[in-house]
């Protein structure tokens, strides 16, 4: 039988869960007095569709059914999970208990996704208390694991183990929090930094945006990946974590923020995170961390990059700016040699290309030939310009040799010869190059079609034009080695 | 003439700078009396040689040269921009600004890394004032583009356009702060969070891990890509802005932080803040503002995903739990038939995986297919265990046919078929489809090598004796369409 749960109350949290609920294959229940809820968890529900099936790499279980309670105890008998998403009032939260457990006496657990009542609170005046205790998502659900979990003294371990063997099993962290405190353990930042953030905007030392900026263009993406102890650790380098609080004790005397009361840095604090630190870290060197952090940014900056979003944004508009000034051929006017093959491709190679090989990964042979066709079509007049007027090409072949090794940072160059460029038909050949060393050879066919129609079409006049005059001086060129072969053709 | 950029104080920050002008083509002269200078810059440089250049699509300029001075004077002496990271003792660096302003004349910008000293307490007592402005950098350097600007009410307005351009031109993102305070924006988050992460320490709340734990798993995923209001923002849904102030606000009331001196929520404050995220955000709708967050948190954790760190270790752990209990061939036991194709993949198309003609982008076809090989070689015996004694499968030769568009969200499955698995040898051939709609094939020839020699080599015998099953029984097959193509050959 399958698992089932329980959704109440809906709104963006309780969409979210019953989003991560189905996808991960339960069926799920809602109820919410809202007449508006079947839209709002339908529009959730939409968001989760499209991002979460994807973000592992092998597919999800079937999506289980949906459907929505006109009563509370419909929702919840047969439940095997609770989750509790109604607004943030207290003695609201208790009555919804009250009356689950009436229906269901007391045998299933309930999550509360509450982000500031400490489960004791929750549970006062419970007839089945020891089935409560909080798990906090956060916003989106379906996407973001953290999950805390925070029971009170008198819930049942049982239910706590169960919760977190369910919670690991929808692709969620189960934080377990050692004791309730308002607000558990994200918030507190969250406030912290909400609260100072208003004293910034109040006193007009920065805007909402440019706050926003000193976040996701600096310690945002180093928090992404590492937090906030680990991230230090490395600052402080090999002299350890106790030295680096030492130099950094400090500044909490200083007026550094709207919000003074601080802890005194005792000998037993500083020991008690440095330990914590050894036990969290201290299995890698300092220049270990350095690297794998520097891998991590490199991986979210160049993915935001494809997102053309945040410092990825950043990194495109330099990318721009520099092409504007460079010696590489970015446009047809710029082409001093006609009869030469055309470098569409001058990069280093990025430290997320490569793979358990220690070396570049064969897919990124095809994202650098892409490119280098992408360049290519730039060049002779599909440009994004063109691409927004409704015509673009799409690669209908492919044949790679890869004939040599490459490793992260190498610089890399790729040649492009056009073998043919009549009608609807567009026929490249790259050559990779790193330094002396020829590494792969690609050959491609790409026809052009109507991005409307998603059939084959002629090009405009001047791409036709282009590719021809390129086509026709190409043909003086010797043919290079590897045109025309198919795999496994003796060399 | 080259750019000179002189690093006064090495150190991880002023190494990192050094490695970022140096990187950008600017020639670095280095002052710094400590005698580990040269070492410690250099481990930075490592890190940066390895790390910066690929981030970006296109080339770098020419490495600079690095030199380093005995004298101050000789370091700052036509200097494009002096940048001082010595310790954050104020009368070292008012010191330190005489000294070089005395050997250049007042004529260079001086950019202070402090993270704490306002501009006008570091210009008191210069003889030219009007030089000297904050830029605070964020560790790495070499790879954070955040900069914070600070200039005093002295300082030149050219020097600071000078300024803006120039870290411009290097990858960064200088951000002006209106009005100097202690710390600038970041650091005061920073602090904020530093307090309120000692007390959940030390009232043994959560473990420095468990800290960095709530923070990467979830609302620093949020913060890398939209930092705080935007995200607030979404969370506030069409309601808007202050809305979304109004519900949260009674929070600052509640002792949800150690640190409780909060703003008065004004109607004014709540206006201004309201009104501005309008400006930063309002072009796009909330709707559209969830996708793109979305867009981003799935490449960022598929980015993770692939450095096997942080969410991105989660969702491996968490796959690889899946695949325990799923029914999909994982080991070469578990083959039923072995005469049929082997299924080799079996999932759903990432967000990321689009490109601008709005369908699975080229390069990605090679990914699926490359995902199918290692699975093949997984099974055949080549896993990882075998990897790490010395012995992996290259591919030498591709050939894929795109035969139909592949969009996001779509599930997708990959067939395999060994057309040969003789001596050190693997020819697949991998069948791409999406329900019954065949997208794409691909032919592969890999060979097996020794690691060490990165030379061919002959497999274990386990693993020739189940390629040679495999292979035999693939052979009672037909032969699928498009084996032994090459580019451009007829149908």
């Known amino acids: 039988m399958k698992n089932i749960a329980a959704i109440i109350g809906g709104g963006v949290i309780g969409g979210g869960w019953a989003a991560r609920f189905l996808l991960m294959g339960w069926d799920v229940r809602v109820f919410d007095p809202d007449p508006e809820a079947e839209r709002k968890i339908g529009e959730v529900l939409d968001n989760a569709r499209r991002s979460l099936p994807g973000l592992s790499d092998t597919a999800l279980p079937t999506e289980g059914n949906l459907r929505f309670c006109e009563t509370l105890e419909d929702a919840v008998i047969s439940a095997t999970w609770v989750q509790e998403s109604v607004p943030e009032r207290l003695e609201l939260k208790q009555k919804v208990y009250r009356q689950i457990q009436d229906h269901e006496g007391g045998s299933v657990i309930i999550g509360s996704s509450t982000s500031g009542f400490k489960p004791t609170e929750l549970a006062d005046g419970a007839k089945h208390p020891e089935a409560i205790l909080v798990a906090h998502p956060f916003n989106p659900v379906y996407l973001l694991p953290l999950v805390e979990l925070v029971p009170h003294p008198g819930t049942e371990p049982g239910f706590v183990d169960d919760a977190k063997e369910i919670l690991t099993s929808l692709g969620m962290h189960p934080l377990l929090v050692r004791k309730e405190i308002d607000a558990h353990v994200a918030d507190r930042f969250l406030e912290a930094v909400w609260r100072e953030a208003l004293w910034l ?65 005792t000998d037993d604090l500083v020991n008690t995170i440095a330990s914590q630190s050894d036990r969290q870290s201290g299995t890698r060197s300092i220049r270990q961390l350095e690297r794998i952090r520097d891998n991590n940014l490199v991986a979210m900056m160049r993915a935001l990059k494809a997102q053309n979003w945040g410092a990825g944004a950043l990194l495109n508009d330099w990318d721009t700016a520099r092409n504007d000034t460079s010696d590489a051929v970015m446009d047809y006017a710029e082409i001093e040699d006609i009869g030469a093959p055309i470098e569409t491709v001058n990069r280093a190679v990025p430290l997320d290309w490569t793979d358990y090989n220690g070396h570049m990964n064969e897919a990124k042979y095809l994202q650098v030939f892409g490119d280098a066709t992408d360049r290519f079509m730039w060049i002779v007049g599909c440009d994004a310009d063109y691409i927004a007027t409704g015509g673009s090409y799409f690669t209908a072949e492919t044949h790679i040799r890869h004939l040599d090794e490459i490793h992260a940072g190498t610089r890399i160059r790729v040649e492009t010869i056009c073998l043919n460029g009549q009608g609807k038909k567009m026929h490249v050949f790259h050559q990779l190059w790193a330094g002396e060393r020829l590494c792969a050879t690609g050959e491609h066919i790409l026809i052009h079609v109507s991005l409307e129609t998603r059939r084959p079409s002629d090009p405009s006049d001047k791409i036709a034009r282009r590719l021809g005059t390129i086509e026709a001086a190409h043909h003086a060129l010797p043919t290079p080695d590897g045109v025309g072969r198919f795999v496994g053709a003796p060399r």
């Open 201 to 265: 905007v109040k006193d007009g030392i920065a805007t909402t945006e440019e706050i926003d900026d000193a976040i996701r263009y600096g310690f945002g993406l180093r928090w992404a990946q590492m937090g906030l102890f680990e991230t230090y650790r490395i600052a402080g380098g090999e002299a350890g974590m106790a030295h680096f609080i030492e130099q950094f004790g400090p500044a909490l005397k200083w007026p550094w923020t709207k919000l003074m009361d601080v802890p005194d840095l």
